[in-house]
């Protein structure tokens, strides 16, 4: 009886620490849920330091955070809209820089067209003056031939016809054929600037170049038919004589200085100077064309002036 009695108490020895399968399941549910976003705090426990506490409450939650995509991020996918923008302000910008650009040039293109005018009504200011002296240089040229050419038909005696015939020589020896100051014009064609002009006073002096180039054409026609005279009459008389008259005998020759010296010896027969004549004759020719040349400039360069100080205010 006594054996029976320990095996039937023996049950009752267990710990009294055992769980129960009641209190289990409560314990488990008493534990913070994986997915409950409002316990983002471990509990607090005894093993874990100050510091590894306070980096647990700020670290966030790789779960929790959000994610804004910026509108500019590499994988956000822009509307045509934003290509058209973007496209229509690069465009403005250029066309923008391109307008102002052209401004800045067209400024600076003027300043130089108006300088360069302004050197160029300078250089017809001279010109002006020395075809002023031209003309009236040549204009006696041509009487002196004139003169000359009568004397070879004269019934002069010797000794007069000697006078007069060494006093138009010397006195056609002065030459004066006129040369444009045509360095503003060589420097605008050189450099390009010419482009710069307006039509129409490109056009005006580019005519004054033209009949400059006709002047230089017919002075080379007379300058040809006067070395050739001198040439000729050099084969027939002896002009050492005449370096008695001083040292600018061309233009300060007259008849009472002429008959203080010793004159050359002329040819008994005049005859000898028909080639002489022949060359002064085509001479005269070519000098009459040359001296309407130069009025024809004279005339078109009073008209060409006032018409440049008007248009660029000079």
Not at 13 to 20: H, L, N, S, V, Y
Not at 215 to 221: A, K, L, N, T, V
Not at 256 to 264: G, V
Request: with cysteine; hydrophobic share 35%; glycine share 2%.
């Amino acid at each position: 009886m006594e054996e029976n009695q320990n095996i039937n108490e023996q049950p009752q020895d267990k710990p009294a620490e055992e769980e129960q399968p009641g209190n289990a399941s409560e314990t488990i549910s008493a534990l913070p849920n994986a997915g409950d976003k409002a316990s983002t705090v471990p509990p607090p426990s005894s093993n874990l330091s100050a510091e590894d506490f306070s980096k647990t409450e700020i670290e966030p939650n790789a779960e929790t955070m959000e994610v804004h995509k910026h509108p500019h991020h590499v994988m956000h996918k822009k509307k045509w809209s934003e290509y058209l923008l973007e496209f229509f302000m690069l465009f403005l910008a250029v066309f923008l820089g391109f307008i102002a650009e052209n401004i800045r040039e067209h400024s600076v293109n003027k300043e130089i067209e108006k300088r360069n005018v302004e050197s160029f009504v300078s250089n017809l200011r001279e010109d002006s003056a020395s075809l002023i002296v031209s003309i009236e240089v040549n204009k006696n040229r041509l009487i002196f031939l004139d003169s000359l050419l009568v004397l070879k038909s004269s019934d002069l005696p010797d000794h007069i016809f000697r006078q007069r015939f060494i006093y138009y020589m010397l006195k056609l020896g002065y030459l004066n054929y006129f040369l444009s100051n045509g360095s503003t014009f060589e420097q605008m064609r050189s450099s390009g600037t010419l482009r710069l002009l307006s039509h129409d006073v490109l056009d005006s002096i580019l005519k004054y170049q033209t009949l400059y180039s006709n002047i230089r054409r017919q002075g080379e026609i007379c300058i040809a038919w006067w070395n050739k005279s001198i040439e000729k009459i050099s084969e027939r008389i002896d002009l050492v004589p005449l370096s008695q008259l001083g040292t600018n005998p061309l233009l300060d020759v007259t008849y009472q200085k002429l008959e203080a010296i010793q004159l050359p010896e002329f040819p008994k027969d005049r005859d000898v100077l028909k080639s002489y004549y022949n060359w002064r004759m085509n001479e005269r020719i070519a000098q009459a064309y040359y001296n309407e040349k130069l009025n024809e400039q004279l005339h078109y360069l009073r008209i060409l002036l006032p018409f440049l100080q008007k248009k660029y205010h000079l």
